[in-house]
């Protein structure tokens, strides 16, 4: 989930990421991507673009101490999260930091690849998927998350940002919602030397709480962190009423209920 010099944080903007992004927006994703996977007990798993390694943690109790678990990324701060967070049960999880598009792992290492919300930042796709193939063993499958559309909160906090920060936070901010849709995923995944490609898109309603307090410490974990922390306080009040407001019609109790939907690509090397 951090792969561009685009989705690099520093400082505690990765611990607020897992507080935010992760318990609100990506994890309530992630059991469906390891159930998919159908794991089974000592497969060797690698995580790309793992983040703070909340996919990794759910695979490993599935591998069971016999399998092996690898969570990569680029940014070294998101590792350092994954690290300090308590081990799951079952295999071992190693955290390694690096590229997608160059791992430095041998050819066939590896019976599944998982990836949410990463294939997006990879400055070169195409390069990270034939990566992907080249790890995996023969018949190996890898499955893929990425966002399906922009949805109702991410619109209103990227309206709300381009008119109280500027153009170029909001257009980052918006950035991981720029992503392959179902045929270019299907295109990306034949030409990197997949096969049985199958494209399956998933519908979620996202229960958020209090959008007051939500929308800026969700901020306080994304690259345009700082940004917004240059506001005055006034400031960073008006842009969460903004997104409030533009997400009155999903209110639900003090916070909203509001849709989402993405694409997992799954197939097989």
Not at 148 to 153: E, I, L, N, R
Not at 157 to 175: P, Q
Request: net charge negative.
């Amino acid at each position: 989930m951090s792969e561009l010099s685009g989705f690099q944080v520093s400082g505690d903007a990765a611990k607020l990421r897992e507080q935010y992004s992760v318990r609100y927006f990506i994890g309530p994703w992630a059991p469906g991507l390891v159930a998919l996977a159908a794991l089974q007990p000592g497969e060797r798993v690698l995580d790309v673009a793992c983040g703070t390694g909340l996919v990794a943690r759910l695979a490993a109790p599935e591998v069971g101490p016999t399998g092996q678990v690898t969570g990569v990324d680029i940014n070294a701060v998101m590792l350092a999260v994954a690290r300090s967070l308590p081990p799951p049960s079952g295999a071992a999880i190693t955290w390694v930091e690096g590229d997608a598009g160059a791992m430095d792992f041998p050819d066939a290492s590896f019976e599944v690849i998982l990836c949410q919300q990463g294939l997006q930042f990879f400055p070169d796709k195409p390069a990270a998927l034939r990566e992907m193939h080249r790890v995996l063993v023969p018949g190996g499958r890898v499955l893929l998350s990425v966002w399906k559309s922009a949805g109702p909160y991410n619109l209103a906090v990227g309206e709300a940002l381009e008119r109280h920060v500027g153009i170029e936070a909001a257009t980052k901010y918006r950035a991981s919602r720029v992503v392959p849709d179902a045929a270019t995923l299907y295109r990306l995944l034949v030409e990197a030397g997949f096969g049985t490609v199958e494209i399956r898109p998933s519908a979620m309603t996202m229960r958020l709480p209090s959008l007051e307090s939500l929308v800026l410490g969700h901020l306080s974990g994304n690259p345009v962190a700082g940004a917004v922390a240059a506001l005055s306080e006034e400031q960073r009040a008006a842009l969460a009423r903004q997104v409030k407001t533009a997400l009155q019609p999903y209110a639900d109790g003090d916070g909203v209920a509001v849709p989402d939907e993405i694409n997992i690509a799954m197939a097989q090397a």
